[in-house]
């Protein structure tokens, strides 16, 4: 008998079906992805992931993890698919279903079936409960029905789904204690058990909390450019005091969760959610202010190129889903520039995709102007030679702050940041204020680019 049938094999279900075999439970990770499925049972990982090529490889190695494309009857069942939003912000819950319909005729009794995917508030108990009941099961009576979400930072996913705490919520208190028994098997963090609903909600606060956080540090940075002061200072320096958090401003809000999540909020209780909505809006222009700035200040025309460095999402990750480098490579294609998407890592998700290219001296060839929006560590180490060398222009816009202000001034370039106006010095972080703030506000002329 299967211990566990693991429903999607992506960024989540991979990892927790190889923890759960590498704890000694026999598990069959499902996915329609019949090259996915391939890849794993020839022990191949792609994702770019710290230690999950070594768990796969673990998992494999214990005869305890086997990949298929149909699932198999097993004593418990974690729906790990993905939950993405459509056009019109409404929660597209078709993966879930799909997969609750998968399983149910091979649900029995006792099973405990779990749903991981960040889902509304309702989908554990309606969808997947609703599959099963379609099934001649009565979950939370004869079969146990948890949501149990993950917590995980790309990029540090596998340290993250065996420490951090986690949520459990059960349709019963029994159901919620079943489940709690199994994450036991692999997670070393706390475990707090609730109901569904709640546990459902939490999730969404929390990537929620960040989207709006995020949302007013770049409002905070939009006063700043008017204000003609340092955003990166004033939060620096405000953050200093022991109950406040301001986080990072930056060229948009991108991945598969903090700019999907709060739209199922809205999307259930949409009167309430004018503040949730008004973040998402905030935070999904910031790739049009980067290049109204460009254009604003001269340093760009339509005809010209401009080099985005930076197609994932965040630093030192692969994924580029849904990041603030290809929505502005796409919204100054739209405006008539020429644009060159550069990345050290990350790859197209779809054919649709913005092209991303490996080579940075073809990305900067002739720009005009050159756009850092990832901060990989590959792009911090970066010197003037290769941008002087390669553009046309001498405009530089560091939208994640990550290069050092006093060497590209130097080498003649104008500095533009998010937050900092044009008649700002462009600081240094206060650990590091070796550029001159004369200098600085000298670089800042718009005559000099
Ligand atoms: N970002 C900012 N400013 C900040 C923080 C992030 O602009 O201060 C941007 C990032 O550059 C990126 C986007 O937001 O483009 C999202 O990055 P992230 O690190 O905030 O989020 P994810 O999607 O990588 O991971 C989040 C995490 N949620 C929280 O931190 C509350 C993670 O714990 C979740 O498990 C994950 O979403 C998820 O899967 O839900």
Not at 59 to 62: V, Y
Not at 68 to 80: G, H, K, L, R, T
Not at 83 to 92: I, K
Not at 273 to 299: C, H, K, M, S, W
């Given at each position: 008998?299967?211990?566990?049938?693991?429903?999607?094999?992506?960024?989540?279900?991979?990892?927790?079906?190889?923890?759960?075999?590498?704890?000694?439970?026999?598990?069959v990770?499902?996915?329609?992805?019949?090259?996915?499925?391939?890849?794993?049972?020839?022990?191949?990982?792609?994702?770019?992931e710290?230690?999950?090529?070594?768990?796969?490889?673990a998992?494999?190695?214990?005869g305890n993890?086997?990949?298929?494309?149909?699932?198999?009857?097993?004593?418990?069942?974690?729906?790990?698919?993905p939950?993405?939003?459509?056009?019109?912000?409404?929660?597209?819950l078709?993966?879930?279903?799909?997969?609750?319909?998968?399983?149910?005729?091979l649900?029995r009794?006792?099973?405990?079936?779990?749903?991981?995917?960040?889902?509304?508030?309702g989908?554990?108990?309606?969808?997947?409960?609703?599959a099963?009941?379609?099934?001649?099961?009565?979950p939370?009576?004869?079969?146990?029905?948890?949501?149990?979400?993950?917590?995980?930072?790309?990029?540090?996913?596998v340290?993250?789904?065996?420490?951090n705490h986690?949520?459990?919520g059960?349709?019963t208190?029994?159901?919620?204690?079943?489940?709690?028994d199994?994450y036991a098997?692999?997670?070393?963090?706390?475990?707090?058990?609730?109901d569904?609903?709640?546990?459902?909600?939490?999730k969404?606060?929390?990537?929620?909390?960040?989207?709006?956080?995020?949302?007013?540090?770049?409002?905070?940075?939009?006063?700043?450019?008017?204000?003609?002061?340092?955003v990166?200072?004033?939060?620096?320096?405000?953050?200093?005091?022991?109950?406040?958090?301001?986080?990072?401003?930056?060229?948009?809000?991108?991945?598969?969760?903090?700019?999907?999540?709060?739209?199922?909020?809205?999307?259930?209780?949409?009167r309430?959610?004018?503040?949730?909505?008004?973040?998402?809006?905030?935070?999904?222009?910031?790739?049009?202010?980067?290049?109204?700035?460009?254009?604003?200040?001269?340093?760009?025309r339509?005809?010209?190129?401009?080099?985005?460095?930076?197609?994932?999402?965040?630093?030192?990750?692969?994924?580029?889903r849904?990041?603030?480098?290809?929505?502005?490579?796409?919204?100054?294609?739209?405006?008539?520039?020429?644009t060159?998407?550069h990345?050290?890592?990350?790859?197209?998700q779809h054919?649709g995709d913005?092209?991303?290219?490996?080579?940075?001296?073809?990305?900067?060839?002739g720009?005009?102007a050159?756009?850092?929006?990832?901060?990989?560590?590959?792009?911090?180490?970066?010197?003037?030679?290769?941008?002087?060398?390669h553009?046309?222009?001498?405009?530089?816009?560091?939208?994640?702050?990550?290069?050092?202000?006093?060497?590209?001034?130097?080498?003649?370039?104008?500095?533009?940041?998010?937050?900092?106006?044009?008649?700002?010095?462009?600081?240094?972080?206060?650990?590091?204020a070796?550029?001159?703030?004369a200098?600085?506000?000298?670089?800042?002329?718009?005559?000099?680019?």
């Open positions: 008998m299967t211990d566990a049938c693991v429903i999607g094999l992506g960024y989540v279900g991979l990892p927790t079906a190889s923890l759960m075999a590498t704890a000694g439970l026999h598990v990770g499902v996915d329609v992805n019949a090259e996915r499925v391939d890849a794993i049972e020839r022990d191949e990982v792609v994702m770019d710290a230690g999950l090529g070594t768990l796969v490889s998992a494999r190695k214990s993890l086997r990949a298929s494309i149909e699932p198999v009857e097993a004593e418990v069942f974690v729906i790990c698919v939950t993405p939003v459509t056009g019109d912000q409404h929660a597209d078709s993966m879930v279903e799909a997969a609750a319909r998968a399983i149910a005729p649900v009794p006792g099973n405990l079936v779990i749903l991981e995917s960040t889902s509304p508030i989908t554990t108990r309606n969808v997947v409960g609703g099963l009941r379609d099934a001649g099961l009565a939370g009576v004869d079969v146990h029905l948890c949501y149990c979400p993950e917590r995980v930072l790309p990029g540090n996913t340290a993250e789904l065996i420490n986690r949520v459990i059960g349709v208190e029994r159901c919620a204690r079943r489940a709690r199994m098997r692999f997670c070393q963090g706390e475990i707090t058990t609730t569904d609903l709640t546990a459902e909600m939490v969404l606060t929390e990537n929620t909390f960040r989207d709006v956080n995020i949302a007013l540090a770049n409002t905070l940075a939009r006063i700043a450019e008017d204000a003609g002061v340092d990166w200072r004033v939060i620096e320096l405000a953050n200093r005091h022991p109950r406040v958090n301001v986080h990072q401003p930056g060229p948009g809000v991108g991945g598969h969760c903090i700019p999907v999540d709060p739209w199922f909020l809205v999307d259930g209780f949409p309430h959610a004018q503040l949730i909505t008004e973040a998402r809006t905030i935070n999904d222009t910031q790739p049009r202010r980067v290049l109204d700035r460009l254009v604003a200040i001269g340093a760009v339509p005809g010209d190129t401009i080099a985005i460095l930076g197609a994932a999402y965040k630093a030192d990750i692969d994924d580029s849904s990041s603030p480098g290809a929505a502005l490579a796409a919204v100054a294609r739209e405006a008539g520039f020429d060159r998407l990345d050290p890592r990350a790859r197209r054919p913005e092209p991303i290219t490996r080579d940075l001296t073809a990305a900067l060839q720009a005009a050159a756009v850092v929006c990832t901060d990989h560590a590959e792009y911090r180490r970066l010197t003037p030679a290769v941008f002087t060398e553009m046309a222009g001498r405009v530089l816009f560091d939208a994640r702050r990550c290069l050092d202000p006093g060497a590209f001034i130097a080498a003649g370039f104008t500095l533009l940041a998010i937050g900092v106006g044009d008649a700002a010095p462009v600081s240094p972080p206060l650990a590091a070796d550029a001159t703030r200098d600085v506000a000298a670089s800042n002329d718009p005559k000099s680019c």
